[in-house]
């Protein structure tokens, strides 16, 4: 079976700085990876995935993930962020054995994410 | 504007009532899904829906109901015998079920059980 280890519960950083939500994912097939954030009290929203292709995948609102299969992992970045970035940030992985199908997301536990000033 | 309405956005319960959450979608999409939501623990798996009339239980339907008597309504019923029903619980469609992994979701309905 899929799972999603999200290794970082919280992270807080200084506005303008890097940041780096490390995801890692565990599956015997082919993946296709997911970023989704959840800004509070609301849903959540697509930031980017991972189908096939490039392993540098760059998404809204100036963040890029990139795909390492050997370290099994799909890291979140961003150069640097803004105070509205604060949010909850989920990865999730769906696997080829099932089709890829929407219904067998797995989502990993979340980073909450908190930019101070 | 499409989108997912979710309602009521807070709700209440005693122990040992049903309560309904209503989900509406005007996106046009055939599947629609139902997730619960509890801090700490990310998003987990009620019930999906891939086509009207047609329903599939998640990896905890236990203690939950749905329906899908029209395309753009999905509502999810917290029956009494869910044991921890308190919950922040997310509605969610997509154009298919394949595998773009887009999933737009609704607001939320945040229940609590007294």
């Known amino acids: 079976a899929q799972s999603v280890t999200q290794l970082d519960s919280q992270v807080p950083v200084f506005e303008e700085a890097p940041v780096e939500l490390r995801c890692n994912y565990s599956?015997?097939?082919?993946?296709?990876l997911f970023w989704y954030v959840q800004y509070p009290n609301q849903g959540l929203q697509l930031l980017l995935k991972?189908?096939?292709?490039?392993?540098l995948v760059k998404g809204i609102n100036g963040f890029e993930a990139e795909f390492n299969k050997s370290q099994t992992s799909f890291h979140l970045r961003k150069p640097s962020v803004h105070i509205s970035d604060t949010a909850e940030y989920f990865c999730a992985v769906s696997d080829l054995r099932s089709g890829g199908s929407n219904y067998k997301l797995t989502f990993g536990k979340g980073t909450l994410l908190t930019v101070n000033p | 504007d499409g989108g997912i309405t979710q309602s009521p956005k807070y709700l209440f319960r005693k122990e040992g009532q049903n309560v309904t959450l209503s989900c509406e979608q005007n996106l046009n999409h055939d599947a629609m899904y139902w997730y619960r939501q509890d801090p700490g623990q990310g998003l987990r798996l009620i019930y999906y829906s891939q086509i009207v009339n047609d329903f599939q239980k998640g990896d905890i339907a236990e203690g939950y109901s749905v329906s899908r008597e029209k395309k753009e309504s999905f509502p999810l019923t917290v029956t009494s015998a869910q044991k921890n029903p308190t919950a922040f619980y997310l509605c969610?469609?997509?154009?298919?079920?394949?595998?773009?992994?887009?999933?737009?979701f609704g607001e939320g309905s945040r229940l609590t059980v007294l």
């Open positions: 991972y189908l096939s292709g490039s392993t």
């Open positions: 599956s015997s097939v082919s993946v296709y």
């Open positions: 969610a469609s997509s154009t298919g079920t394949g595998a773009t992994g887009e999933l737009f």
